[in-house]
């Protein structure tokens, strides 16, 4: 499906009424929960933390996708310690969908400074209409070597201008988020850098595993070339924000990268521009290890 005929589906299922008083949704919001979170691991160990804030029908993969209450309620305990700090945070307009995304370290022995494992998670939380609290949808993460620098904090607030009332069909808007995914997946299989140049926001992020996150759509297209990478990739689910600004796909990819071949998972984050064009703010690719 070519861009011009998502962009004219997007503006059909936008027509939507808008809300008589704003919310007040702030993206700090999201930010302290994710804070929380961490200090939750603290206390009450991995396992414990992550079945006390999953949503549902939260995932993670390990490796690979499996329910977040699944996953934990089928092991003992996860040893070792865990720490993170959100550094890039967005939250949608009407606030139900938000994620953050950060630098962590894994110590499995606390006693030895030697044994750390650096990357960075990439983490999707969604409002739970009943409580009024976020819970974790989408957890995941890359592995690299220890950074030299620190990444510079990106935390920004929605356009409230975007509020708008639920709309009586979600399914409609979903379908766009789902063509659209299915749509660069075609592209990618023909040429991952032209793809890219078409699908990216000029700010996206891209998390590879090995390499410490990358910022800029100039930035990612000279990696993607210069490391050779051809991908092939599957869309498995989709979702949306009610306020149709912020949504989330993700799924399976083969990725071949020089002369090596691998599976990984994927998780992209996008964002609608002016154009009401879905852009990708954010891609991470998680290996399935064999």
Do not use: C
């Amino acid at each position: 499906m070519k861009r011009t005929l998502l962009v004219a589906v997007v503006l059909l299922s936008s027509h939507l009424i808008t809300f008589a008083q704003k919310v007040k949704v702030d993206v700090n919001t999201v930010v302290e929960t994710e804070k929380a979170f961490d200090r939750l691991v603290e206390r009450k160990g991995i396992k414990e933390a992550f079945l006390s804030v999953a949503d549902p029908e939260g995932i993670v993969f390990k490796p690979r996708m499996v329910k977040i209450t699944d996953f934990y309620s089928s092991i003992e305990k996860q040893p070792g310690s865990l720490k993170w700090e959100p550094k890039f945070a967005r939250i949608s307009a009407n606030g139900d969908l938000a994620f953050t995304a950060g630098p962590y370290i894994y110590q499995n022995d606390k006693s030895n400074e030697d044994d750390k494992v650096y990357g960075d998670y990439v983490s999707i939380w969604k409002l739970d209409q009943n409580d009024n609290k976020f819970k974790l949808l989408i957890d995941l993460g890359i592995q690299h070597p220890e950074s030299e620098k620190q990444e510079l904090v990106d935390f920004k607030q929605p356009d409230t201008a975007k509020q708008i009332a639920p709309s009586k069909d979600p399914f409609a808007g979903r379908g766009v988020i789902l063509a659209t995914d299915k749509a660069f997946n075609e592209t990618l299989g023909k040429s991952a850098v032209a793809s890219y140049k078409e699908f990216l926001s000029p700010e996206g992020r891209y998390y590879f595993p090995g390499f410490e996150p990358m910022t800029g759509s100039d930035k990612i297209m000279q990696f993607v070339a210069n490391e050779g990478i051809s991908i092939t990739a599957n869309t498995t689910n989709v979702g949306r924000s009610t306020s149709n600004d912020l949504a989330y796909s993700y799924g399976t990819a083969r990725i071949r990268k020089g002369d090596v071949v691998s599976d990984f998972n994927y998780v992209r984050i996008w964002e609608i521009d002016a154009n009401h064009r879905w852009n990708i703010l954010l891609e991470v690719f998680s290996a399935v290890e064999q």
